[in-house]
């Protein structure tokens, strides 16, 4: 069964400390991984995305790795801001359907405390 | 910022009631979607669209419809609320492309509904 599981499920952090998400997954066949980042009452916004040949990818203050082999990914986010307190979902796509199906996390969900 | 709308943001209505949530993109996608969110779980899809006339179940089944009449427009109709369909509603969009491909899905803002 296709799966994708977060942890923690949620944290809390001071401002400007770091922090990282970790994500794992069963989808197979695997065709790509990304990160969004989903705001209370809103929709998910994309922050990375990588590939099978991809092992890191950075987008400001967020970077998220990828290591296939194990079906594991983390997110990584520097210098957290009040700005960051969001619910961070991994998101897995296989490449064994037309539509290019997304297998969704239940999402990790960061609180930054000033 | 993604061109995808939603309409309500959000609705409280009473149990019978027929709703309907209006999606629009303005990017010329292909592919549309909707997707059901509870608090603290994952998305999960319940309908698809992979264009005009094109429309499919999702993996968790819906009492909804949808209808695809034109590429911008994905309206979700719900015939008799029921306070079993309070949830949150996302729509997305995704560009034409081949299998498995990045075509990144964009997102609304969601339709918070509530059935009392």
């Known amino acids: 069964k296709n799966q994708v599981e977060q942890s923690p499920q949620s944290l809390i952090i001071l401002e400007g400390k770091n922090c990282t998400l970790q994500?794992?997954?069963?989808?197979?066949?695997?065709?790509?991984l990304r990160w969004y980042k989903q705001d209370t009452g809103r929709g998910p916004v994309s922050l990375t995305i990588?590939?099978?040949?991809?092992n890191t990818k950075s987008n400001g203050r967020y970077t998220a790795t990828l290591d296939a082999d194990t079906k594991q990914s983390s997110l990584h986010i520097t210098a957290s801001q009040l700005s960051d307190s969001a619910s961070y979902i991994c998101?897995?796509?296989?490449?064994?359907?037309?539509?290019?199906?997304?297998?969704f996390g239940r999402g990790t969900q960061l609180t930054v405390w000033p | 910022e993604a061109d995808i709308y939603q309409t309500p943001r959000y609705l409280v209505i009473g149990t019978g009631k027929k709703i309907t949530l209006e999606c629009s993109q303005t990017?010329?996608?292909?592919?549309m979607y909707w997707y059901q969110q509870d608090p603290g779980m994952e998305l999960h899809l319940i309908h698809y669209?992979?264009?005009?006339?094109?429309?499919e179940k999702g993996d968790l089944s819906s009492e909804s419809t949808v209808s695809r009449i034109r590429t911008e427009h994905f309206p979700l109709t719900l015939e008799s609320a029921r306070p079993s369909h309070t949830s949150q509603y996302l729509c997305?969009?995704?560009?034409?492309?081949?299998?498995?491909?990045?075509?990144?899905?964009?997102f609304g803002p969601g339709t918070r509904l509530t059935v009392l």
């Open positions: 997305a969009s995704s560009g034409s492309g081949f299998t498995g491909d990045l075509n990144e899905q964009f």
């Open positions: 994500c794992n997954y069963t989808v197979s066949p695997f065709s790509n």
């Open positions: 990588m590939t099978f040949s991809e």
């Open positions: 998101v897995v796509s296989d490449r064994g359907s037309t539509l290019g199906r997304l297998y």
């Open positions: 990017m010329g996608h292909d592919k």
């Open positions: 669209s992979y264009g005009v006339n094109s429309t």
